[in-house]
């Protein structure tokens, strides 16, 4: 069974609460540890960016359910692809909320100093969530 990536944006829909992201983070990390799915979810309080990494059926499977979810809207698969080995192995689903960002790395995948998902390309969005990643596990 093949490795993939699947990356995507969404944004918050007029059924998100602003606790709901608590509730998001908790079945996330649940749920993809039974099915041995990786990845890491940033969020801004307006948009989503999240990346999930497992057995490409699982990971099909689990898009389709999130997808389906109400408390988000347009979601947009940034990036999907075949892959060698995981990049988020030790983490079940990562949280980095924007506070968490550094400006200067935002910009340097972006076209202003703001987290906008939708306006990144897959690679500049692959990009930047290895970034984020090395820069949450230095701190
Ligand atoms: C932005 C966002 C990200 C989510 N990420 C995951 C995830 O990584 N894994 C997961 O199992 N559920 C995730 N969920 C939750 C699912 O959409 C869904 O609520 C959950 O699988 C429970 O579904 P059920 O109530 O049909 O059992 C996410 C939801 C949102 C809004």
């Given at each position: 069974m093949y490795l993939v990536r699947l990356i995507y944006a969404s944004q918050i829909s007029p059924e998100f609460k602003a606790e709901d992201i608590e509730n998001i983070?908790?079945?996330?990390?649940?749920?993809?540890?039974?099915?041995?799915?990786?990845?890491m979810l940033c969020f801004n309080r307006k948009y989503f960016l999240q990346c999930l990494e497992g057995s490409r059926a699982v990971v099909n499977e689990t898009y389709q359910l999130i997808c389906r979810d109400k408390r988000h809207q347009n979601v947009v698969i940034l990036d999907y692809c075949q892959i060698d080995r995981r990049e988020f192995a030790d983490w079940s689903m990562g949280y980095v909320p924007t506070s968490r960002m550094k400006e200067q790395l935002i910009l340097t995948y972006?076209?202003?100093?703001?987290?906008?998902p939708f306006e990144l390309s897959g690679e500049?969005?692959?990009?930047?969530?290895?970034?984020?990643?090395?820069?949450?596990?230095?701190?």
């Open positions: 983070l908790e079945v996330a990390q649940r749920d993809n540890k039974k099915r041995f799915i990786t990845g972006s076209p202003k100093n703001e987290f906008l500049g969005a692959h990009g930047m969530m290895l970034a984020l990643r090395n820069q949450v596990e230095k701190s």
